[in-house]
């Protein structure tokens, strides 16, 4: 395998972005691809959207890609091909269908940035195209980086993989003009979730409903119940051990519930960095696009004298153990993330569903890694049968009692 970079190293060369820069939204319907367009609509004169891509929201891409003017546009739901609204798309507006239709959007020869707003592991294909093609790569699929972080982290040149999650914009941002050998730990910032602070006996109780209401940011369903669950931050911690490559042990998850204070680097000298900001993606979406320039505020600023006061707790792996699990995937690596995140996501959707309970998600995660044997990666088609095999194991544990 391939040898790693230092994708962040600071003494790599900057090369500037064109103007303006070209950019392909993958699952622009959702809570990412809908704050990226309105980073766009912000900076028209910075941003040229050419390429959009949907699951099965047609009417939503057809919207975007005639305001846009969009020149590329794929539904990744082929069955979704009949849909009327699809027929109102621009003269000269390429459409295709299917999951290689998405990913080839990555591919583009008139793509500079490929914006990865996909959900799931599904999404790797598309990361693993980008950088094949050396686009810069401003991601927002972590799952990708989880399962397949051996894999793409190799094929990733500097300044050609950009965070979007906040919490690793942040400390990229941190880190910038710093050197690694000096960086202590990293502290990951978590708001908790709706759930901070009860009991396991009061998590048996609650619903979907309870758990998607986020205490300070808006995002997807699937991500809300991950941060519910703390698993989100699991994921998290695996995916800062491979962008930043720091052991899975020296990053520290920290409890911050106004959601402020995005992360934090700690540094040799004791000295801390954090980055402080509003709760709006489309901070570290604009950063992510920008990269290495800043550009004018796309969000509200934050009136900090009036702010209310900033707090930090502990994570309670031991009450949470997605958190505890993930770890445990991240510290054994090769193909045992992979197998964690399956399950994560066949269970995480069953309890959407309501067909079973909150802590049945660790439950389920916890036996599909019991029942994995490990490996170490060597292909993307390896993964996609850990994938496979894991979810299935998923769907057979959910109905043991």
Same mark, same amino acid.
């Given at each position: 395998m391939t040898s790693r970079i230092n994708i962040f190293e600071d003494t790599a060369p900057r090369a500037e972005r064109p103007r303006p820069v070209r950019v392909a939204v993958l699952g622009c319907s959702g809570s990412i691809g809908t704050q990226t367009l309105d980073v766009a609509r912000r $900076?028209? +004169?910075?941003?040229?959207?050419?390429?959009?891509?949907?699951?099965?929201?047609?009417a939503a891409l057809v919207a975007a890609a005639r305001e846009f003017g969009a020149a590329h546009v794929a539904v990744a739901d082929s069955s979704r091909a009949g849909d009327p609204a699809l027929e109102e798309l621009s003269d000269g507006c390429e459409l295709g269908l299917g999951e290689d239709a998405v990913t080839a959007l990555a591919e583009l020869p008139d793509v500079d940035i490929v914006v990865n707003a996909l959900v799931g592991f599904a999404g790797i294909h598309a990361g693993y195209a980008a950088l094949a093609a050396d686009k810069v790569l401003a991601y927002a699929n972590k799952e990708s980086i989880?399962?397949?972080? +051996?894999?793409?982290?190799?094929?990733?040149?500097?300044?050609?993989?950009?965070?979007? +999650?906040? @919490?690793?914009?942040?400390?990229?941002?941190?880190?910038?003009? @710093?050197?690694?050998?000096?960086?202590?730990?990293?502290?990951?910032?978590?708001?908790?979730?709706?759930?901070?602070?009860?009991?396991?006996?009061?998590?048996?109780?609650?619903?979907?409903?309870?758990?998607?209401? $986020?205490?300070t940011w808006d995002m997807g369903a699937k991500i809300t119940i991950d941060s519910?669950?703390?698993?989100?931050?699991?994921?998290?911690?695996?995916?800062? $051990?491979?962008?930043?490559?720091?052991?899975? +042990? /020296?990053?520290?998850?920290?409890?911050?519930?106004q959601s402020k204070i995005h992360s934090m680097v700690e540094f040799s000298d004791g000295v801390v960095k954090a980055q402080l900001g509003g709760s709006d993606m489309r901070a570290p979406i604009q950063y992510a696009l920008s990269y290495p320039e800043r550009w004018e505020a796309s969000v509200e600023r934050v009136d900090w004298g009036s702010c209310a006061p900033i707090t930090f707790g502990e994570a309670d792996e031991s009450t949470f153990g997605c958190l505890r699990l993930a770890k445990e995937a991240g510290r054994a690596g090769g193909v045992l993330p992979c197998a964690m995140n399956a399950a994560n996501e066949v269970a995480n959707l069953a309890f959407r569903q309501g067909s079973c309970g909150f802590l049945d998600i660790e439950r389920v995660v916890e036996?599909?890694?019991?029942?994995?044997?490990? @490996?170490?990666? @060597?292909?993307?088609?390896?993964?996609?049968?850990? /994938?496979a095999r894991s979810r299935a194991l998923a769907s057979q544990i959910l109905t043991e009692v």
């Open positions: $900076h028209p +004169d910075k941003v040229r959207v050419v390429a959009l891509s949907v699951n099965t929201s047609c989880v399962c397949g972080g +051996d894999l793409l982290m190799p094929m990733a040149r500097p300044g050609r993989l950009i965070p979007v +999650d906040s @919490e690793h914009s942040a400390i990229f941002q941190c880190l910038v003009g @710093e050197r690694r050998s000096d960086v202590h730990c990293l502290w990951l910032t978590c708001s908790g979730g709706p759930f901070y602070g009860k009991t396991r006996e009061e998590l048996a109780r609650v619903s979907s409903s309870d758990a998607l209401a $986020h205490p519910a669950s703390l698993m989100n931050k699991g994921l998290e911690v695996i995916e800062a $051990h491979h962008l930043f490559q720091v052991p899975i +042990d /020296d990053v520290r998850v920290l409890v911050q519930r036996g599909v890694m019991s029942r994995t044997a490990p @490996e170490r990666v @060597e292909s993307l088609g390896q993964l996609l049968e850990v /994938d």
